[in-house]
Nanobody, 115 residues
């Protein structure tokens, strides 16, 4: 099992930036993939971005060119969000799948884009 703790959410104006962090209780190298999902009110949870332990990244079409997922060499994954839009408002969740196949979620962090 991996404990995941997200931080960095908040209120930002349209066009602004935020950086989310997800700290894992295990080394990143024991995790095969980490992802950011989001869920807006009344909508299903959707995949935003992912990064493998090899460093490969993937993004939802809606955030390509605006969001960047990255990681440090220890246990933290980041989501840099630029040019934020009102439709990016959601609870953002961190997800990790370990090398032995188990999956865990963080508690979520609220991102609100509003003027």
């Amino acid at each position: 099992q991996v404990q995941l703790v997200e931080s960095g959410g908040g209120l930002v104006q349209p066009g602004g930036s935020l950086r989310l962090s997800c700290a894992a209780s295990r080394s990143i190298f024991s995790i095969s993939v980490m992802r950011w999902y989001r869920q807006a009110p009344g909508k299903e949870r959707e995949l935003v971005a992912s990064i493998t332990n090899g460093g490969s990244t993937d993004y939802a079409d809606s955030v390509k060119g605006r969001f960047t997922i990255s990681r440090d060499i220890k246990n933290t994954v980041y989501l840099q969000m630029n040019s934020l839009k009102r439709e990016d408002t959601a609870v953002y969740y961190c997800y990790a799948r370990t090398n032995w196949g188990t999956a865990d979620w963080g508690q979520g962090t609220q991102v609100t884009v509003s003027s």
